[in-house]
C-alpha cells in the first residue's frame, strides 16, 4: 500500500497570507496526485487532479507541483472560506489518501 | 447539475447489515467508473471499493473483502454498497463518488452508518 505522509499536521495562517500544504508519497505515484478540501459536516470538494490540474470552477489561486514522490498545493492568498482540512490522494497503486493538514486562522 | 444522493444508512447492531444506495443524476451514469469512500468519525478518508461501467468488474479494500459488495443499476441510475457483517470498524459516513483518472470528482453528502456492540 502506497503511504502518503501530509505536513504540516496543522497550519496556522492569516487571510492574505500564501499557504504552501506538501503530501509525500512511500514509492512513485507519477501525477496520479489528487488534492481535496473538507470543511466540517461536509462532503470533500476536487480541487486538483493528475497533480496540477484545477478541477472545475476551482479559483485560480488554489495550485498544485510535484510528481513522482512529492507534491505541493498551494493557495496564493488566503481567503476567509478557504480555512479547512486538506486531503491528498493517490490514484497510481489502489487510492489511499494522507491522513490530512488542517489549515486554521492565525 | 451532478448529484449523488445517498441513502440507507443508519444504527445496526454488530453483525448486522445495511443495504447502501446512491442515486445519481446530472451526468451519463452509465459511462463512468463508481466509488464507495467512508470517513469514520473525526478521521481520515478511506478508500472502499469500485465498480466499473457495466458492473461487471469490482474491487474492494482488503477490510471489507468479502462482507461487503458494490453493485448498479444503469436503468435506475444507482449505486449500491450492500454491508454485512458490520463491526465497530465499520462505523463511518459513507460517500458515493464518481471516478475520474484516479481521483473522484463528484461527491455525494454521505449517509452515516453506526454499529453498536
Known amino acids: 500500500e502506497i503511504v502518503l505522509t501530509q505536513s504540516p499536521a496543522t497550519l496556522s495562517l492569516s487571510p492574505g497570507e500564501r499557504a504552501t500544504l506538501s503530501c509525500r508519497a512511500s514509492q512513485s505515484v507519477s501525477n496520479f496526485l489528487a488534492w481535496y478540501q473538507q470543511k466540517p459536516g461536509q462532503a470533500p470538494r476536487l480541487l486538483i487532479y493528475?497533480?496540477?490540474n484545477r478541477a472545475t470552477g476551482i479559483p485560480a489561486r488554489f495550485s498544485g507541483s510535484g510528481s513522482g514522490t512529492d507534491f505541493t498545493l498551494t493557495i496564493s492568498s488566503l481567503e476567509p472560506e478557504d480555512f479547512a482540512i486538506y486531503y491528498c490522494q493517490q490514484g497510481s497503486n489502489w487510492y489511499t489518501f494522507g491522513q490530512g493538514t488542517k489549515l486554521e486562522i492565525k | 447539475e451532478v448529484q449523488l444522493l445517498e441513502s440507507g444508512g443508519g444504527l445496526v447492531q454488530s453483525g448486522g447489515s445495511l443495504r447502501l444506495s446512491c442515486a445519481a443524476s446530472g451526468f451519463t451514469f452509465s459511462s463512468d467508473w463508481m466509488h464507495w469512500v467512508r470517513q469514520a468519525p473525526g478521521k481520515g478518508l478511506v478508500w472502499v471499493a469500485r465498480?466499473?461501467?457495466?458492473?461487471?468488474?469490482?474491487n474492494y479494500a482488503d477490510p471489507v473483502k468479502g462482507r461487503f459488495t458494490i453493485s448498479r443499476d444503469n436503468a435506475k441510475n444507482t449505486l449500491y454498497l450492500q454491508v454485512n457483517s458490520l463491526g465497530a470498524e465499520d462505523t463511518a459516513v459513507y460517500y458515493c463518488?464518481?471516478?475520474?483518472?484516479?481521483?473522484?470528482?463528484?461527491w455525494g453528502r454521505g449517509t452515516l452508518v453506526t454499529v453498536s456492540s
Open positions: 465498480i466499473n461501467i457495466d458492473g461487471s468488474r469490482t
Open positions: 493528475d497533480a496540477s
Open positions: 463518488t464518481r471516478g475520474v483518472t484516479g481521483a473522484f470528482d463528484y
